[in-house]
């Protein structure tokens, strides 16, 4: 599914470098569409594409290390 189907705000850059939990909340704040799901960098997770999924990814600090964006 193309990310454009999607619906809401689609990616945050401006969450680089914030706790992964403050970004989880905003971002589920400002998409209610999403679940925001914090994982260090690195974790596995499914390849699949979903419109209603944001992998926030964190660095050993728990501060967010890669822009979280829908998919």
Same mark, same amino acid.
């Given at each position: 599914?193309?990310?454009?189907?999607?619906?809401?705000?689609?990616?945050?850059?401006?969450? =680089?470098?914030?706790?992964?939990?403050?970004?989880?909340?905003? %971002?589920?704040?400002?998409?209610?569409? /999403?679940?925001?799901? !914090?994982?260090?960098?690195?974790?596995? =997770?499914?390849?699949?594409?979903?419109?209603?999924?944001?992998? %926030?990814?964190?660095?050993?600090?728990? /501060?967010?290390?890669? !822009?979280?964006?829908?998919?």
């Amino acid at each position: 599914m193309a990310s454009d189907q999607c619906p809401g705000k689609k990616s945050w850059p401006e969450l =680089v470098g914030v706790c992964g939990e403050i970004a989880a909340a905003k %971002i589920e704040k400002e998409n209610p569409n /999403v679940d925001a799901i !914090v994982k260090l960098q690195g974790t596995p =997770v499914i390849q699949d594409y979903r419109c209603n999924r944001v992998w %926030i990814w964190v660095n050993t600090h728990g /501060v967010v290390s890669t !822009v979280p964006h829908v998919g």
